[in-house]
T-cell receptor, first 111, second 117 residues
Framework: ETGVTQSPTHLIKTRGQQVTLRCSSQSGHNTVSWYQQALGQGPQFIFQYYREEENGRGNFPPRFSGLQFPNYSSELNVNALELDDSALYLC??????????FGNGTRLTVT | AQTVTQSQPEMSVQEAETVTLSCTYDTSESDYYLFWYKQPPSRQMILVIRQEAYKQQNATENRFSVNFQKAAKSFSLKISDSQLGDAAMYFCAYRSETQGGSEKLVFGKGTKLTVNP
């Protein structure tokens, strides 16, 4: 059974740039969620995708967008990066009522 | 909106001893799930234990057990026979349903657990 994998592991971007983070869901999981974890904080829900449609969104501006592909993998895109976007971005997959299975995250640093 | 509060930023325990991590939450819902996740330095969130609100019986998973007090909105985690590998950040989480049927987790700020040899 393949777990949730995220890429890249680390990323450094400049304020104003755009970034794309990638996530492969665990085998058999059709739902993907993205979370932002600032340093010293708990993760915050960004949005969730189910069958290629956004299925819920947290309190994040529209410059945070996503995609889910037919193989259930997903991307998180962030436009016009701000310094406060520096964080660990966690992807999690699930199926029906199962608990979320998380990846190791992508550490994004915005300078 | 639901909130989750972990009032202990840091805890420490001696190896082989027992430690309890506290969590309270606020919700107006009657049916929900509560979770404890562990986050070691590898950064991956690992599920420790899950509790369904409709079940009165406290969940247990080997050395890990919870004390679920629904009326008090309290959900503490007890780790028995603590091991060095238990050292990590522990997050309490509430599963909520957003509009459209999605399920999101609301996390507390975490408790850093240190296990002393």
């Amino acid at each position: 059974e393949t777990g949730v994998t995220q890429s890249p592991t680390h990323l450094i971007k400049t304020r104003g740039q755009q970034v794309t983070l990638r996530c492969s869901s665990q085998s058999g999981h059709n739902t993907v969620s993205w979370y932002q974890q600032a340093l010293g904080q708990g993760p915050q829900f960004i949005f969730q995708y189910y069958r290629e449609e956004e299925n819920g969104r947290g309190n994040f501006p529209p410059r945070f967008s996503g995609l889910q592909f037919p193989n259930y993998s997903s991307e998180l895109n962030v436009n016009a990066l701000e310094l406060d976007d520096s964080a660990l971005y966690l992807c999690a997959s699930s199926w029906r009522n199962s608990p979320l299975h998380f990846g190791n995250g992508t550490r994004l640093t915005v300078t | 909106a639901q909130t989750v509060t972990q009032s202990q930023p840091e805890m420490s325990v001696q190896e082989a001893e027992t430690v309890t991590l506290s969590c309270t939450y606020d919700t107006s819902e009657s049916d929900y799930y509560l979770f404890w996740y562990k986050q070691p330095p590898s950064r991956q969130m690992i599920l420790v234990i899950r509790q369904e609100a409709y079940k009165q019986q406290n969940a247990t998973e080997n050395r890990f057990s919870v004390n679920f007090q629904k009326a008090a909105k309290s959900f503490s985690l007890k780790i028995s026979d603590s091991q060095l590998g238990d050292a990590a950040m522990y997050f309490c989480a509430y599963r909520s349903e957003t509009q459209g049927g999605s399920e999101k987790l609301v996390f507390g700020k975490g408790t850093k657990l240190t296990v002393n040899p």
